[in-house]
C-alpha cells in the first residue's frame, strides 16, 4: 500500500505566495517522476509541474518564472513553491507520483487526494 498526504494549501491574496507539499509513504522500492497537476472548476487536469528522479524540472508556460518544484528522495517527499500567485492559480492542486513498489515490480502511478488553493482579494 502507498498513501500521498499532501498539505499546504489555502486561501491567499493575489501576488501572495504557498507552499504545497505531499509526501509518499508505504511499500516504496524506488520514485521515479513526481509532479503537480491542477484542475480548476469546469476544466481538464493540467500539469502544472514535474520534476524526474534525476532533478530534470518542467513546467507549464502559465507558471513558468513564478512556481518552483523540488524533491527530496530522502524523505519521498515533493514541494511546490507558488510566488506572485494569480487569480487564475486557484484550483485544486493534486500531487503525482510514478514509483515501484518492489525490484520486480512495473512503475505505477498513483494520486494524492487534493488540496485547495484560492487566489482571491
Known amino acids: 500500500q502507498v498513501q500521498l498526504v499532501e498539505s499546504g494549501g489555502g486561501l491567499v491574496q493575489p501576488g501572495g505566495s504557498l507552499r504545497l507539499s505531499c509526501a509518499a509513504s508505504g511499500s516504496i522500492f524506488s520514485i521515479n517522476d513526481m509532479g503537480w497537476y491542477r484542475q480548476a472548476p469546469g476544466k481538464q487536469r493540467e500539469l502544472v509541474a514535474g520534476?524526474?528522479?534525476?532533478?530534470?524540472?518542467s513546467y507549464a508556460d502559465s507558471v513558468k518564472g513564478r512556481f518552483t518544484i523540488s524533491r527530496d528522495n530522502a524523505k519521498n517527499t515533493v514541494h511546490l513553491q507558488m510566488n506572485s500567485l494569480k487569480p487564475e492559480d486557484t484550483a485544486v492542486y493534486y500531487c503525482?507520483?510514478?514509483?515501484?513498489?518492489?525490484?520486480?515490480?512495473?512503475?505505477?502511478?498513483?494520486w494524492g487526494q487534493g488540496t485547495q488553493v484560492t487566489v482571491s482579494s
Open positions: 503525482n507520483v510514478i514509483l515501484v513498489r518492489t525490484v520486480v515490480a512495473a512503475p505505477t502511478v498513483y
Open positions: 520534476i524526474s528522479s534525476g532533478g530534470l524540472r
